[in-house]
Structure formats: C-alpha cells, structure tokens
C-alpha cells in the first residue's frame, strides 16, 4: 500500500491549493461536459414508481443500501421507492404506527403519505438518512430517528422523539411512529445526517438542520447547544453537503482565497491529533465551530464547478471537484474528482487508511491510494470500518475490528484483526454496485441484485441481538447470539 502526500503542515491556503494542481488537474477530465442540476436525485438511479399505493412483494425487488447513522436498524431502498427497515424497531422506527415491532418480524415497508402529491401513482422516497447518539445507542427513543426524502422535494420523520429536536416537527397530527413532513420552505434535493442531526439542502442552496447538538454544537445554530425544535437556517448559497459523525460541511463557491465566502465550510465537534474523528476541518486545531466556518486544509479540493446551489455531492449532475464527504467514529474521508480519496483521523485506531505515524499527520489530509490504483465510486463509512467501494466493482475496508469485529477479507468471516489500510474484500467478488452501512454493520449490492449482509453487533458486543442482519426476507434463520459474516438475504420474488 503506497500513500502520496498531498498536505503536510502547510503555511497558508494558497500554498494548499498549488499542492492539490497536479491530483485536480488530471480528475477533472472525468467530469468535462456533465451540466449541473437542482432536481432531487434518487440513490437509485432510476426509481421505478409503484403501480399501487402498496409495496411491490410479488416481483424480484431491487433493494439499494443505504448510510445512515443508526445503529442496529437496517434500511434499504427497494427501486419502487419504498424503504424496507429490519432490525431494532422500538421507538416507531417501522414507521407504521406501532411504537414497536418485534425485530424476529419480517421487515416493514414504509411508504410516505400521498397527500398533496401531483406526481403519477404514490409519493417515492428517494434518499433516506438516520440517527442514534455517536451511531452507538440503537434504543433510547430520545436519540434515534429516521428521515426520508420524497420524489417531490418533501422531508418526512419518524421513530424517535422530539426531547433533542430529532424529528424536526410536532406529534401532531401526525405521531412520531408514522413518517410526517418536516416544514422547510422550498424544495428539498439532498439530506444528511451525522450521529444526532439532520441537515436539508434546498434547490436555491439553502441548509437547514435540526435535532441533537450533543453539547457539540453540531447542529451549526451557533452555540454548543443550540438546537430548535423545527430545521433552522444556517446557511445560504450553498452548492452541496456531507456529513461525518460530529459534524457537517458545505461546499459553497469555487475556492478563492482572496473571497472568505467560499470553499468548504465545516461546524461541530474537533479534537487536536489522533483523537476520535480529529479535526473535520483537516487543519487539525482542535478548536469546536458552532457556526459554519472556512476549513484552510479542506477548501482548496473546491477548485471548480462548486459555484452554483442546490447540487447532490457526488450525483451525475454534480460538477464540483469535491465528489463526497464523509466521515465515522475515527476519521473523515473526501473524494475528490475522479475518484481520488483523502483520508485523515484516528491512525491509532485504525481510521485514516494508513499505518499510525504521529497525531499531526494522522489529523492532516492525505491523498490514500486503493490497490491497483482502482479509484472511489462510493464511500460507506461504518461506526469503526470504512468500505469503499472502486469503479472496478470490488470493495475496499479498513478499519478497526477489534471492538465489534468485521467481515474477514478473505473468508468473510466475523473477525476482531484490525485492517490498517484498505483491502479487498475478496467473498464479495468484483461485480458490486452500491455499499451501505450502518452502526456496527455493512451493506452491498451485487451487480445481479443479491443483497449481501454482515455485522449486527450491538455497543460492540459479539451479538446480533436485534436481528439486523438476516438471510431471508420471510423465514430468517440468521442466529442472534454472534456478529455475522457476510450473509446473502434472499429477496422478495427471488
């Protein structure tokens, strides 16, 4: 595993951005001609709407991973626009009115409202995000939810409460065990979240966020513990998000280093050097942000097709260098065009992709290079592992296994042997199209639609106790007791 430098300890912005030319220079071609949108884009590429209000169980279904920061709670995206959720389901978390189902139930399909809905057939999901406190605590109902995105540019919550603000909206008249729609004026085209917030992109780029600040301020409202009941405005003229587990970022402009209104934009929770996720700024000061605030380190990767609004990071339309931001428990990870990853956190614990040196070069972005020099289509970054999935098809991870194990790159096997820089995982093969994640688990979806599972672990203990990783839609026979290894699930209709 090689890596190449692309900031050490830097002296000013404009010495970062010579450094990052050459890297940008050669990902831009990649992108030459794509123009630029404000429609919401779908996970799915291209989401197929039901012929009824009902799920689609009777045909072969397409089930799309997805990331979010829920622990122990399971979610796919089936290409009608149905979200299914398995796993732990107190707290209303199945989103059909019951404040628990029993996590040995078949997965519950969750379907949004019609009211108000112009569109042909039902209102579709298109993105969906969730939350628990540090990806960690899957029960407490006054920390979990889950959010969708709707086809029509809506934002619904549900499973949870609204004690730190994570639904967004009132229990009535619509209760926290059904999805209801959060008011946010404008269109809606991308939603994230971070292990307590929820963030919203408008198609004229406002963004808004609400839920658990967690003393950290990663709500970005302007104090360690600002957080409003409904989303709040934090910032306009925004281009696109991403979200790691402590913090946001906002793309907005092409960097200038001469205009402090553009470039990369980051608030929450920091930490000096190798601890937990370090700096998300990458400039490795240690120092929280409560209000969106210029990253030095992370700004000069906006060198072109950031300055319009309202853009999906990392969608076919999406013209900016900056392609994804992403981050988990141990570190953070940019991709910048062309599929060039960036790594920086925790190297002591397995977080950055490379072999721990000090705490100053674990915190600093570095350009982390994939065996055979295969580039990023996708990053999915767990509670302590990180998948990335390559334009080659095969899959990536590195992390720490030693708390809640991982799947073994080789047998697929739980295992508790710390992947220090990024691996194939073999078992999967190289026909792999999206991966998802989720506290301690992970989510791929092969080329010919099969679904594969794996982890379950619950506060890092060696269990699948919740049932979040199955093999069989209707008659799981996954046991309950051990974290589980890669585990194909078998669909509906196939």
Request: glycine share 12%; proline share 7%; aromatic share 8%.
């Amino acid at each position: 595993m090689t890596r190449r430098p692309i900031t050490r300890i830097r002296r000013s912005a404009a010495a970062r951005a010579a450094g990052m030319t050459t890297l940008v220079a050669i990902a831009l071609a990649a992108v030459a001609g794509v123009p630029s949108t404000t429609a919401a884009y779908t996970d799915t590429a291209a989401a197929e709407t039901s012929p009824t209000d009902t799920p689609l169980l009777t045909q072969a279904a397409r089930m799309i991973p997805t990331n979010t920061y829920l622990a122990n709670t399971a979610t796919a995206l089936q290409d009608d626009g149905t979200l299914w959720v398995w796993g732990f389901r107190g707290n209303g978390l199945a989103g059909n009115g019951t404040l628990t189902v029993p996590s040995t139930a078949s997965p519950s399909p969750v379907v949004l409202p019609n009211d108000g809905y112009t569109g042909a057939n039902h209102r579709y999901i298109v993105k969906v995000a969730g939350t628990s406190l540090d990806d960690f605590y899957p029960t407490d109902i006054n920390y979990t939810g889950l959010a969708a995105l709707s086809d029509d540019g809506q934002v619904y919550t549900w499973g949870g409460s609204n004690t730190n603000n994570v639904m967004g909206r009132p229990s009535t008249p619509i209760p926290y065990t059904q999805p209801g729609p959060v008011a946010i004026p404008g269109t809606v085209v991308d939603l994230r979240s971070s292990s307590g917030v929820f963030m919203a992109l408008t198609s004229t780029g406002d963004l808004y966020t609400w839920g658990n600040a967690q003393g950290r301020g990663i709500t970005g409202q302007g104090s360690a513990t600002a957080s409003s009941p409904t989303p709040s405005l934090i910032m306009s003229g925004v281009h696109s998000i991403g979200a790691g587990m402590w913090n946001g970022w906002a793309v907005r402009g092409n960097f200038d280093p001469n205009d402090p209104t553009t470039g990369v934009f980051w608030w929450g929770w920091a930490n000096a050097g190798s601890s937990y996720a370090s700096d998300p700024s990458g400039d490795n000061l240690g120092t929280n942000q409560y209000t969106p605030t210029r990253s030095t380190g992370l700004s000069p990767f906006a060198q072109s097709g950031c300055d319009t609004v309202g853009v999906v990071m990392g969608s076919p339309a999406d013209q900016c260098s900056i392609e994804s931001l992403t981050g988990h428990y141990f570190g953070n990870q940019l991709v910048a065009v062309g599929g060039h990853l960036v790594t920086w956190g925790d190297a002591s614990n397995f977080g950055t992709g490379r072999a721990y040196v000090s705490g100053p070069i674990s915190a600093t972005p570095i350009a982390l290079t994939l065996p055979n020099d295969d580039l990023v289509k996708q990053i999915a970054p767990s509670q302590d592992y990180v998948e990335v999935l390559g334009m080659s098809g095969q899959v990536y991870i590195y992390g720490r296994y030693s708390f809640a194990r991982g799947p073994d790159p080789v047998s697929g096997t739980a295992s508790t042997t710390n992947i220090v820089t990024p691996t194939p995982l073999l078992p999967l093969g190289d026909t792999v199209s999206a991966v998802g994640a989720f506290g301690y688990s992970g989510t791929a979806l092969n080329a010919d639609g099969s679904f594969v599972n794996w982890g379950g672990s619950t506060a890092g203990g060696n269990n699948n106790t919740y049932s979040s990783i199955i093999n069989s839609w209707a008659a799981n026979t996954t046991p309950t007791n051990a974290v589980q290894g890669l585990t194909t699930m078998i669909t509906p209709g196939s």
